[in-house]
């Protein structure tokens, strides 16, 4: 119970801080997401799997890519230990368990929490760190300061990208450092749009909406914003083909990662 007396519980070791307006809206797409999640066999229902993450899945592009993350995160955190570090957009939790193993202080945020396809699979891990699953647009609940901050292949999903990266910048204690992973900008988005567009027509199909308002891409006006809030934005180094075909081609995406600090 919080200091106001607003009761909160946990379920499968996740703290929910979720006000009851957006709890039903949100439970009314994760259930059917969940069901979508299963049918398309991209739920990890192997709990064996989720302590070696990403490695187990390093088969998969879009694990190989997280691996590329972490070793990024290992080299600019290295001897560094007792950080308390934001995991936003924390997902199943894999980068927390991998930052506590490093011996930080880890919170990890996100809409999900599903048991093995969200926050909820933070049972299957050895290690310990906080789960907590709330509207992560609105991160005025956590009333304290972090070391570090890690937008966790995320910012594309807002509709002011650069925006919350300010926002989330404001959550840093005194020295703090910003990590921005996974940012992919598109010189020509449109194909990148119809994605999005197509995503919402395929949940549509199975009767459900986005719970909230997205972007889903990134283009070059976010990555010019972006630097000029002094986020510094490198190219992957494993993913130096991928980017020299974004010089060639407007609708590759180039590969990037922020640093603020």
């Not at 956590?142 to 807002?158: A, G, K, Y």
């Not at 010189?187 to 972007?215: A, S, Y």
């Not at 000029?228 to 990037?256: E, F, G, T, V």
Request: hydrophobic share 40%; net charge neutral.
């Amino acid at each position: 119970m919080c200091a106001n007396g607003h009761r909160f519980f946990t379920e499968n070791g996740v703290l929910k801080l979720l006000d009851k307006t957006f709890d039903e809206k949100l439970g009314n797409f994760l259930e059917p997401f969940t069901q979508l999640r299963e049918q398309e066999a991209r739920r990890i229902n192997d709990k064996e799997i989720f302590p070696n993450l990403p490695d187990a899945l390093a088969h998969h592009p879009e694990w190989r890519q997280r691996t590329y993350d972490l070793a990024i995160i290992r080299r600019l955190l290295a001897e560094k230990r007792s950080l308390h570090i934001l995991d936003i957009g924390a997902w199943n939790g894999w980068l927390s368990h991998r930052l506590a193993e490093m011996g930080q202080r880890v919170t990890a945020v996100d809409y999900f929490s599903d048991p093995h396809d969200g926050l909820g699979a933070r049972q299957f891990y050895p290690t310990e760190w906080q789960a907590i699953q709330m509207n992560i647009e609105d991160l005025a609940v956590l009333d304290e300061p972090f070391d570090v901050i890690i937008l966790n292949r995320c910012v594309q999903f807002f509709v002011d990208p650069s925006g919350y990266v300010a926002m989330a910048r404001e959550k840093l204690a005194p020295g703090g450092m910003l990590i921005l992973t996974g940012l992919a900008f598109f010189r020509d988005p449109r194909q990148k749009i119809q994605g999005v567009q197509d995503l919402r027509v395929h949940l549509n199909t199975h009767g459900f909406d986005f719970f909230k308002e997205i972007k889903g891409y990134l283009d070059f006006t976010d990555k010019q914003r972006m630097q000029n809030m002094d986020i510094r934005l490198h190219p992957y180094p494993q993913l130096r083909l991928s980017n020299l075909k974004s010089l060639l081609s407007p609708i590759a995406p180039r590969h990037l990662y922020g640093v603020w600090c």
